[in-house]
């Protein structure tokens, strides 16, 4: 489980693809020393240290590399990291498995102060699970929506969050890695079942 709390950003130095999906391989993060096995959300991704590599490394499935834009990721990249959450951390987002649902458009930013509210669209099957002042995971981050309507909705960035996430670099038309809220999904399924 994460938190949506980023806690560095890394930078990607490739992404291979192979016989069962791809590898991704970051540049050394000072101060971040991974254990084989050790789970990471690599922009809102929940991925699997790799032993014996120099740097950090984590195999992509296909299902990763079909739900989440990590295969689009290109060497040079600023990725959000989190490693998981242990008993006895402190929650300061909401808790998150690290299972993507799918990608959301962003498509505009409105600076707000030295913030900004970004409107972004959900896939449609996804966008029931987004509610008003709920909880959405946008690349690994911890956000709260301001504003719901069909398919769209907003999310307001304080400056803390533009600066310590790779959100900087984000323009129109970038898709982001979307997970609802883990409530809501099991909701959802429980109305589903009844009907």
Not at 139 to 155: A, H, M, Y
Request: aromatic share 4%; proline share 6%; net charge negative.
């Amino acid at each position: 489980m994460f938190t949506g709390i980023v806690q560095t950003c890394g930078r990607v130095q490739t992404v291979q693809t192979n016989a069962t999906g791809a590898r991704l391989e970051l540049e050394a993060v000072p101060g971040w020393e991974l254990s084989a096995g050790e789970s990471i959300a690599v922009n809102g991704c929940c991925l699997t240290a790799l032993p014996g590599a120099p740097n950090p490394c984590f195999d992509l499935s296909r299902e990763t590399l079909a739900k989440s834009s990590l295969g689009a990721l290109k060497p040079g990249a600023l990725v959000n990291l989190e490693r998981a959450l242990r008993l006895g951390d402190a929650l300061g987002g909401h808790l998150m498995a690290g299972h993507v649902d799918g990608l959301a458009e962003l498509l505009s930013i409105r600076p707000e102060g030295g913030g900004a509210l970004w409107t972004l669209r959900a896939p449609h099957d996804l966008a029931p699970l987004i509610a008003s002042k709920g909880s959405v995971a946008l690349d690994g981050v911890s956000l709260t929506p301001v504003d719901v309507r069909g398919d769209e909705f907003s999310v307001a960035l304080i400056p803390h969050t533009l600066s310590a996430t790779q959100f900087h670099q984000r323009r129109p038309g970038d898709l982001l890695n979307l997970e609802a809220d883990v409530l809501a999904r099991y909701l959802q399924r429980q109305l589903e079942a009844r009907s």
